[in-house]
């Protein structure tokens, strides 16, 4: 595609319930961020995958968080039991590989939890 | 792991006036410094970055300088205009790591 596509673009969830978040990368990016963005806030780095693989979880907050990306393309970001404090824009972004540069993010997924 | 302070948090300019926003970080190890652009609602968006062999990098009414002792970089934007009216943010790598430090914003508003 010509960008990075996320969706849901919103979603409005009750408490403890299951949510999945998509992106579609730019085609041939192998580098694949999540990230979070509260209210006022910078983005918040979540988790990069280098094809198939996680290779850096460290900001994921918690085990209710989890993402994979199975095919080296589209990814999805799964959060069980939501809790208030997960409502925010969830951020993907995608990269070429090779030396470090432009990250190309997409619109954002806006979660929200009643 | 690596730590953006960014200020100021608001900033208000008369247009044509400059604007600078500074931003600090902690790793002596990063290497590369963008700055994302984000309008309300939309997605960041990379308007200049700049590399650690360098200490300035200019693309017209925009420039970065970087200090590395200081560990210091800023953002400088000349004449402006209130299309230039969004939130700015810093960021930091390291190239050890993959994964992007984003200061906490600038609200930008350029008064017409």
């Known amino acids: 595609g010509a960008g990075v596509s996320q969706t849901p673009s919103n979603k409005v969830t009750e408490k403890g319930k299951y949510v999945e978040l998509r992106c579609d990368p730019i085609?041939?990016?192998?580098?694949l961020y999540w990230y979070r963005q509260s209210l006022g806030q910078g983005p918040e780095f979540l988790i990069y995958?280098?094809?198939?693989?996680?290779?850096?979880d460290s900001g994921l907050p918690n085990d209710r968080f989890f993402a994979v990306r199975p095919e080296g393309s589209v990814s999805t970001l799964k959060i069980q039991r939501t809790e208030r404090g997960d409502s925010a824009v969830y951020l993907c972004?995608?990269?070429?590989?090779?030396?470090?540069?432009?990250?190309?993010f997409g619109e954002g997924s806006r979660l929200t939890v009643l | 792991g690596e730590n953006v302070e960014q200020h100021p948090s608001t900033l208000s300019v008369q247009e044509g006036d400059s604007a600078v926003i500074k931003c600090t970080y902690s790793?002596?190890?990063?290497?590369?410094f963008p700055w994302y652009k984000q309008e309300l609602g939309k997605r960041p968006q990379l308007i200049i970055d700049?590399?650690?062999?360098?200490g300035e990098k200019k693309d017209q009414r925009i420039a970065v300088t970087l200090n590395k002792t200081a560990k210091h970089f800023s953002l400088h934007i000349t004449e402006t205009q209130p299309e230039d009216s969004a939130v700015y943010f810093c960021?930091?790598?390291?190239?050890?790591?993959?994964?992007?430090?984003f200061g906490s914003g600038t609200q930008l508003t350029v008064l017409p």
């Open positions: 960021a930091a790598i390291s190239g050890s790591a993959r994964q992007l430090t």
């Open positions: 085609s041939g990016h192998t580098a």
């Open positions: 790793d002596s190890a990063s290497n590369y």
């Open positions: 972004a995608s990269s070429s590989w090779g030396e470090v540069g432009e990250l190309f």
């Open positions: 700049i590399r650690s062999n360098v």
């Open positions: 995958f280098q094809g198939t693989g996680a290779a850096d």
